[in-house]
């Protein structure tokens, strides 16, 4: 999954649409010079035919070789994620993860202790 990811980023280098379509993509499999890829039936457009030449290309380059590119569409739930779904998930710790850090704050402790105030809203950056 980790190459997938590189290559979904070096992919948005070169062209911001197809890093986004294929940022959901599902890796089935990566073994050799093949890459397998699944789309839900919603994002069925990485599966023209166009958009898959280009992005074989850049898997061309990003590998240093030929690379054979298999893209189908999934029904169901396929197991693994995408890359679109790994990054909402870090996306959503770290929000988390800060919301937490601004609970605990000993800076919010004290005003709580003091006023007697609630939180009612934790805004954080991003």
């Given at each position: 999954?980790?190459?997938?990811?590189?290559?979904?980023a070096?992919?948005?280098?070169?062209?911001?649409?197809?890093?986004?379509?294929?940022?959901?993509?599902k890796?089935?499999?990566?073994?050799?010079?093949?890459?397998?890829?699944?789309?839900?039936?919603?994002?069925?457009?990485?599966?023209?035919?166009?958009?898959?030449?280009?992005?074989?290309?850049?898997?061309?380059?990003?590998?240093?070789?030929?690379?054979?590119?298999?893209?189908?569409?999934?029904?169901?739930?396929?197991t693994?994620?995408?890359?679109?779904?790994?990054?909402?998930?870090?996306?959503?710790?770290?929000?988390?993860?800060?919301?937490?850090?601004?609970?605990?704050?000993?800076?919010?402790?004290?005003?709580?202790?003091?006023?007697?105030?609630?939180?009612?809203?934790?805004?954080?950056?991003?």
């Amino acid at each position: 999954m980790q190459a997938w990811e590189r290559f979904v980023a070096f992919l948005e280098k070169k062209s911001l649409t197809l890093a986004g379509i294929y940022s959901h993509a599902k890796l089935l499999a990566w073994t050799g010079n093949t890459v397998e890829v699944g789309f839900p039936r919603e994002f069925a457009l990485g599966v023209d035919a166009d958009k898959i030449a280009l992005v074989k290309g850049a898997l061309a380059e990003f590998t240093g070789g030929a690379v054979d590119l298999k893209v189908r569409t999934i029904d169901g739930v396929p197991t693994g994620a995408s890359v679109a779904d790994v990054e909402g998930a870090r996306q959503t710790a770290e929000r988390e993860q800060r919301m937490a850090e601004a609970r605990g704050h000993p800076a919010t402790q004290a005003v709580i202790d003091t006023f007697g105030a609630a939180i009612k809203e934790i805004k954080v950056d991003g």
